[in-house]
């Protein structure tokens, strides 16, 4: 079974122009989560997507946004870029069984560098 | 909310010695833990996980890891380093955020392991 893919694995854009990163999970995982790694921030959570809403939503301002579509796959958009946009993006997605504990499975990441 | 610390960013050790990555956790409930790896360039990969089922758990690569309730912790041990296994590793605990299914990961800071040959 194929896992996560993210792509592209590297970009890089100029301040104030706008980027949208896309996730493909694991076929059959309905769960898509979102989480930014910066050297100095660490790995944060971003947003999680099921079904194709959003559920669950981390502390970043409104320049980031995503969605997800009826096959699960999931895009994360950022707007307006700034230095600190830089980071790896990581995409993760899970088979989201009712109750109980849902793994993550984690993709290589998107490499964003913001000139 | 829950938090975890990862009490040492960096962990050098000689190839063939214990490796010890240490983990201190925060829940109000009984929580999920996770240790991931991360070697350079890629994502995260997962060593093993605590769900309740066994205290002492076992992962991939000979890893693995006790959950102390009464010391909250979770720490990741190897009894012999191999050079592969220098990498970056990862704490996390799960965040259940009240929605059914619904979860997401409190990572730790992180700990970049050096193996010594």
């Known amino acids: 079974k194929a896992g996560v893919t993210q792509t592209p694995r590297y970009l890089i854009k100029t301040r104030g122009q706008q980027v949208t990163l896309s996730c493909s999970p694991i076929?059959?995982?309905?769960?898509v989560s979102w989480y930014q790694q910066t050297p100095g921030q660490g790995l944060q959570f971003l947003f999680e997507?099921?079904?194709?809403?959003?559920?669950n939503k981390g502390n970043f301002p409104g320049r980031f946004s995503g969605r997800q579509f009826s096959n699960s796959r999931s895009e994360m958009n950022v707007s307006t870029l700034e230095l600190g946009d830089s980071a790896l993006y990581l995409c993760?997605?899970?088979?989201?069984?009712?109750?109980?504990?849902?793994?993550?499975?984690f993709g290589p990441g998107t490499r964003l560098t913001v000139l | 909310a829950q938090s975890v610390t990862q009490l040492g960013s960096h962990v050098s050790v000689s190839e063939g010695a214990l490796v010890l990555l240490r983990c201190n956790y925060s829940?109000?409930?009984?929580?999920?833990l996770f240790w991931y790896v991360q070697y350079p360039n890629q994502g995260l990969q997962l060593l093993l996980k605590?769900?309740?089922?066994?205290?002492l758990v076992k992962g991939i690569n000979g890893f693995e890891a006790e959950f102390k309730k009464s010391e909250t912790s979770f720490h990741l041990t190897k009894p012999s380093a191999h050079m592969s296994d220098a990498a970056e590793y990862f704490c996390?605990?799960?965040?259940?955020?009240?929605?059914?299914?619904?979860?997401?990961?409190?990572f730790g800071q992180g700990t970049r392991l050096t193996i010594n040959p």
């Open positions: 993760a997605s899970s088979l989201n069984l009712a109750g109980g504990l849902n793994e993550q499975f």
């Open positions: 076929s059959g995982h309905r769960s």
């Open positions: 997507y099921f079904s194709e809403t959003q559920r």
């Open positions: 829940s109000s409930v009984p929580p999920y």
């Open positions: 605590y769900t309740s089922a066994a205290t």
């Open positions: 996390a605990v799960s965040d259940h955020a009240g929605v059914q299914g619904a979860q997401k990961l409190v």
